[in-house]
């Protein structure tokens, strides 16, 4: 009876001393990140909290990729609202040169054109000045709604096509 249990507790010795050495490397990985942390939830690895730029983020991802910690890797961090807010900003700058109309907010970790442009054209250059700024999207936005994938992408577009005037 106390091999199974002695067993038992050397494999629970072995599964946190071999978690302990990867939240080491995950930790030093991104040591260097501001606002994110790791930790070890069961036999998970958890990384969280809010990156403050595109590129720590990407770092992230390209990081839990590994096929050393694809498996073991929970990645719940985000791009910061801040970063969201400030390239909202920018792109609502960017737009404001062709299209007074449209502006550029945050919400629920997205970012938002709403307004009205003249024409289509208008309209699509719009949402491609802002796809400049960014990804095309990002698994932590991938939903699963009613057994089908989809994606939801960073930039949602509520732009508004004003009819053509009425003719007399």
């Known amino acids: 009876m106390k091999i199974p249990v002695f067993i038992f507790v050397a494999s629970l010795f072995s599964l946190s001393v071999h978690a302990t050495d990867h939240l080491s490397e995950l930790r030093e990985l991104i040591k260097d990140m501001p606002g994110i942390t790791t ?4 036999s998970r690895f958890v990384i969280e909290g809010e990156t403050q730029s595109l590129k720590d983020y990407a770092r992230i991802q390209k990081i839990i990729s590994d096929k050393v910690y694809q498996d073991v890797a929970l990645n719940l961090s985000s791009l910061s609202d801040a970063w969201l807010e400030k390239k909202a900003k920018e792109i609502q700058a960017d737009i404001s040169v ?5 502006t550029a907010r945050v919400s629920n970790h997205h970012i938002i054109l709403e307004g ?3 024409n289509m054209e208008q309209a699509n250059r719009a949402v491609m000045v802002s796809s400049i700024e960014l990804p095309n999207d990002w698994p932590e936005y991938n939903r699963k709604i009613d057994d089908a994938d989809t994606k939801s992408r960073l930039l949602v577009n509520f732009l508004i096509v004003a009819p053509p005037p009425k003719k007399r």
């Open 39 to 42: 930790r070890i939830i069961g």
């Open 98 to 102: 062709f299209a007074e109309g449209v």
């Open 116 to 118: 009205s442009v003249q």
